[in-house]
């Protein structure tokens, strides 16, 4: 087994170790969500034609509850290693900055796109949901799994302790996955925050995903997918180059 296998290996089995937390959990907040909303806002709300507000509600929290989960396993993963003081040990393996990154973030992925589809097949009991487009489903949520994840080993390299983590979660990723437009349409806003939607990547993800479900989108999917796709570019090639020269791997 490669070093890099290795490192996989060790991130998977370490979520998969605990998967009454990391996958059961976010079932029952998301579907909580879901039941609460979905009743509540049934009759209230109209988004696109023939389209209930529960099935326009399922794909936005299934993709929150992947971005949530992929941030937190790999800048989970981060913070620990450092608070118990083997993360400087990274820096005398064999393994290049590019493997380190795609150890941490591909079992990030793995984690969210597990998350996801539980919760998916879960609300499909509930409700009927069309899926009229599955290429631009899986495409999306790979991206956004992606991403997430990459963000978690930005903020795992940042953060010395878990409270720093926290900090990341609780004032970037929730407010970023809660106004990506998971529970409202972008033409149900005021102007002014119609345009300060179209600054979060996150609501790309969130409406591309929605559209190969519904066929419905506030946003051409092809020009979501490409914003997407050069955030998680940029965002690699960021990250890779802190790896590279060990930023904050050495304290």
């Not at 996989?8 to 969500?33: C, D, G, H, M």
């Not at 879901?34 to 109209?46: C, N, P, R, W, Y």
């Not at 009927?128 to 795992?156: I, K, N």
Request: net charge positive; with cysteine; charged share 10%.
């Amino acid at each position: 087994m490669t070093g890099f296998q290795t490192l996989l290996y060790k991130e998977v089995l370490r979520f998969w170790k605990v998967s009454l937390q990391t996958l059961l959990a976010p079932l029952v907040s998301t579907l909580l969500y879901l039941l609460v909303f979905s009743h509540v806002m049934a009759g209230h709300t109209d988004i696109y034609p023939s389209i209930t507000y529960a099935a326009f509600l399922v794909p936005g929290l299934v993709m929150m509850s992947m971005l949530q989960n992929a941030f937190a396993n790999s800048s989970s993963s981060l913070v620990q290693s450092r608070v118990t003081g083997n993360l400087v040990f990274l820096l005398l393996t064999p393994l290049t900055p590019a493997e380190i990154f795609l150890g941490y973030v591909l079992a990030s992925m793995l984690r969210g796109l597990l998350v996801g589809s539980v919760v998916c097949l879960t609300a499909l009991s509930f409700f009927s949901l069309p899926f009229r487009e599955p290429l631009w489903v899986a495409g999306f949520a790979l991206l956004a799994t992606f991403m997430s994840g990459a963000l978690g080993v930005l903020a795992g390299l940042w953060a010395e302790k878990f409270d720093q983590m926290a900090a990341w979660q609780n004032f970037v990723i929730l407010p970023l996955t809660f106004l990506s437009g998971a529970f409202y349409s972008l033409h149900s806003l005021p102007p002014v925050w119609a345009v300060v939607s179209r600054f979060n990547p996150f609501f790309y993800m969130t409406d591309g995903f929605r559209y190969g479900f519904l066929g419905h989108s506030d946003v051409p999917p092809l020009e979501s997918l490409t914003i997407v796709a050069v955030t998680c570019l940029a965002l690699s090639w960021g990250t890779m180059a802190l790896l590279r020269c060990g930023w904050r791997l050495r304290t």
